[in-house]
Nanobody, 127 residues
Framework: EVQLAESGGDSVRAGESLRLSCEFS????????LAWFRQVSGKEREEVAA???????LYGDALQGRVTISQDKAENTLYLQMNSLKVEDSGMYYC?????????????????????WGQGTQFTVSS
């Protein structure tokens, strides 16, 4: 079975950077996608970034231009590097996976496309 566990949430100041990690297991080696989503106060769950087993990436509007998704296959770890953080970025961030899915034919990704999800990691950006 596929399992995911996020980590790296912290309290940071506005303008600082933070890297989140997600350890995963149970994915098909050559055909899978991983993604980050977030839920901030007062908003619906938002797409942040996605990456597949071929290394293709997609980015949503959330944190656009301030975020990079990457993976270390040898370590079975997904990363989300966030820069120039703002107070409104504070919230819960989730990693999610989907076996048998590649992003090469997609220009979008949605929360409903991914299962299972990690439990999330929360961080707060203060002014």
């Amino acid at each position: 079975e596929v399992q995911l566990a996020e980590s790296g949430g912290d309290s940071v100041r506005a303008g600082e950077s933070l890297r989140l990690s997600c350890e995963f297991s149970g994915l098909t080696r050559h055909t899978y996608s991983l993604a980050w989503f977030r839920q901030v106060s007062g908003k619906e769950r938002e797409e942040v970034a996605a990456i597949d087993s071929d290394g293709r990436t997609l980015y949503g509007d959330a944190l656009q231009g301030r975020v990079t998704i990457s993976q270390d296959k040898a370590e079975n770890t997904l990363y989300l590097q966030m820069n120039s953080l703002k107070v409104e970025d504070s919230g819960m961030y989730y990693c999610a996976a989907e076996n048998w899915l590649l992003l090469h034919a997609k220009s979008w990704f949605r929360p409903g496309d991914f299962q299972p999800w990690g439990q999330g990691t929360q961080f707060t950006v203060s002014s």
